[in-house]
């Protein structure tokens, strides 16, 4: 063995394990990590890489199924995943994008957008590589996630050898079994950053280990996290500005050291580079705009358009959170609430973390401490983020939570084998080994599996809406190119409007996408910019024609009524069935608000059905009928 004197990672002999693998250690190890590394043999090192590529491998089967099962049909994006394939494809442009998506942030109209640009940059090569197809941007998305998956197994070898990272890969697979294949392939930005918020968290507790090469990695992935959905702002700032504090403490105490001295500098200085490009594109969109976006954050959050949710009903979401059988079950997403179900097996579970860490603490542990250290952190963090949300507690806005929970089984996991390890003997120990690992690949093979036979099963994001704008477009872009051409054909200006009461213009947005895969220069009222980026804003002066997209009785007969107008496309999805129920559904939502004494919102039933669901006075079972009525359209 060869030894390296800087800080690094796990001991490990020439098999690759662990020291405590080796000397009698659990299914990780029963040795405090220690703070020098050792080179593995050539043979040792490829078996690790072949390991390693193999996990990973079987994690990329079920999104690997769900996207051939998903490239058997035609997707249009509608909303959010038009906004961003739009993005996306503005990389190459004149105009790249310099912020996030846009967001519930602020006045409609005027919205803020989520902090920065990363996770379009990142999408975009694949994106383009494979054509620039709907489908192209869901394998692009995929790609990033078994990035992400990959980086998290390298972490975890890391730290402790190849069974950590065996039981790294199981992890990821509950993971992605409960987050579920649509999740998984659906490039929106709630959805984008869960991965690497576990490579985020396994990042800084090797950074609190004494891995300082990691530095940069929490840097990058944090940055994917932060920039891309605001909600794990605070949580990516604390546990940054936290770890940071710890590790420059820890050189302090060792500043006569000028080679640890050295190291600490050297690698902070590679972190706070790249920190500078990653958000040099938010910081340029600050300087060149008024306001600039981070402005419009800042107000957004120092003056708060309702009152946030508080600290009591943040601690019954975090603990409906912490309950692990949820992970194995596979997550269910209702769309208003996430507080639903039993508190208790959060609370059982919270105590048994806590009695785990007390179980690290007596056995010195140190880098079990280290990533407990790390998730208590996250765990307050978690509470106060949680605390900060206002109005509807959606679920998309605590899906990190899950993370946390997944690396807290982990640690407890790892506790309780090293507790039970210390009471074997070496015979014993040997087998306990065995039994454990063999125990995480089952748990990774049938989760995986599950997961795979879900995959089949996948359908694309918002199937109704996505159909009817296939045939809207087809129908469409026939028309444009027809003779003669209405606005210029292909060489025309088209000014995009729209009138939707029911999906807040998702398919208005999906239109301005499709037509402008198509290759047709369309553009936007100043309302709709800060969906459709401010460089598609145009006036009607500009425009050579213009292609409104009307939705529901009214604005359709209002439009038909025009006069030098041509209807070109039209088409109504619903069953009579599904008519008759919407009617239904409408005369019963205009009771029940009447009877609740808000009146004031009768009108949002054929003006704004997704604002309405927002809104908090509605009383749940009023909020299920409008839930319903916009999934019949």
């Known amino acids: 063995m060869n030894p390296s004197p800087g800080p690094g990672t796990s001991l490990r002999d020439d098999t690759g394990l662990a020291e ?30 072949w390991i390693g590529a193999g996990l990973l ?19 249009y994006p509608i909303l959010d995943l038009a906004m961003t394939e739009l993005r996306v494809r503005d990389v190459s442009s004149s105009h790249p994008p310099l912020i996030g998506l846009v967001g519930r942030i602020g006045p409609l109209g005027r919205q803020g957008s989520h902090p920065g640009p990363v996770s379009f940059w990142a999408l975009w090569p694949v994106y383009r590589l494979f054509g620039a197809s709907s489908w192209a941007i869901q394998v692009s998305t995929v790609v990033l996630h078994l990035v992400a998956m990959g980086t ?97 403490w820890s050189t302090y105490r060792r500043r006569k050291d000028q080679a640890t001295l050295r190291r600490f500098l050297f690698w902070l200085a590679i ?47 975090l603990l409906v959170h912490l309950n692990p059988f949820h992970l194995v079950q596979g997550l269910t997403t209702d769309r208003t609430q996430v507080e639903t179900g039993s508190v208790v097996p959060g609370l059982l579970f919270l105590g048994a973390w806590v009695a785990s860490v007390v179980g690290a603490w007596r056995l010195r542990h140190r880098a079990l401490l280290h990533l407990d250290l790390v998730l208590g952190v996250a765990l307050v ?56 690992t063999v125990a995480m690949v089952a748990i990774l093979v049938a989760f995986t599996a599950s997961f795979t036979y879900n995959a089949t099963s996948v359908d694309v994001p918002a199937p109704r809406l996505s159909k009817t704008l296939g045939v809207l477009t087809r129908q469409t872009v026939r028309a444009l190119d027809r003779d003669p051409v209405p606005g210029g054909g ?13 999906d807040i213009g998702a398919m208005g947005y999906g239109l301005v996408n499709e037509l402008e895969r198509h290759g047709f220069n369309v553009g936007v009222i100043e309302g709709y910019g800060p969906g459709a980026t401010r460089y598609r804003v145009r006036n009607s002066e500009d425009a050579t ?48 608000l009447n009877d609740a004494g808000i009146s004031d919102l009768v009108p949002a039933v054929d003006e704004n059905l997704f604002r309405l669901g927002l809104d908090t006075r509605v009383p749940e079972s009023t909020r299920r009928r409008v839930a319903r009525m916009m999934d019949l359209g």
Request: net charge positive; with cysteine.
């Open 20 to 49: 405590g693998e080796r000397t009698g250690g659990t299914a990780f190890s029963s040795a405090a990590s220690p703070r020098r590394r050792l080179r593995l043999p050539t043979a040792a090192r490829s078996r690790a890489i």
């Open 57 to 75: 491998a079987l994690l990329a089967l079920p999104l690997v199924v769900a996207l051939a099962v998903l490239a058997q049909t035609t997707w």
């Open 152 to 248: 998290a197994l390298w972490i975890a070898f890391r730290r402790q050898g190849v069974r950590l990272m065996i039981a790294a890969a199981a992890v990821l697979a509950v993971l992605a079994h409960a987050y579920g294949a649509l999740t998984l392939t659906q490039p929106w930005n709630p959805y984008l950053p869960l991965v690497f918020f576990i490579v985020f968290v396994l990042a800084l507790w090797s950074v609190i280990d004494g891995d300082l090469p990691m530095l940069p990695i929490a840097v990058l992935s944090g940055s994917v996290c932060a920039q891309t959905h605001v909600p794990y702002l605070g949580l990516v700032g604390g546990l940054g500005a936290f770890t940071i504090a710890f590790a420059s």
């Open 271 to 317: 972190a706070g580079g790249a920190a500078v490009v990653v958000w040099m594109p938010p910081i340029i969109d600050q300087i060149v705009h008024d306001p600039g976006n981070l402005s419009v954050l800042s107000d957004y959050f120092r003056n708060p358009p309702e009152s946030p949710v508080g600290l009591r009903r943040a601690i019954d979401v």
């Open 381 to 436: 963090l978690a509470l106060v983020s949680m605390s900060r949300i206002f109005g509807l507690v959606w679920y998309y806005l605590v899906l990190w939570a899950w993370g946390i929970t997944a690396l807290m089984m982990l640690a407890t996991v790892w506790t309780l084998a090293i507790l039970v390890d210390r009471r074997l003997d070496r015979a014993s120990t040997a087998k306990a080994v065995r039994l454990g």
């Open 490 to 502: 292909r060489d025309g200006r088209y000014l995009v409007t729209l009138r939707d009461p029911v």
């Open 545 to 592: 024609g213009v292609v409104h997209l009307a939705i529901g009785p009214d604005d359709i007969a209002t439009w038909r009524a025009k006069p030098d107008l041509r209807e070109i496309a039209s088409l109504d999805p619903r069953t009579a069935k599904q008519r008759a129920e919407y009617a239904d559904l409408r005369d019963r939502v205009i009771d029940e």
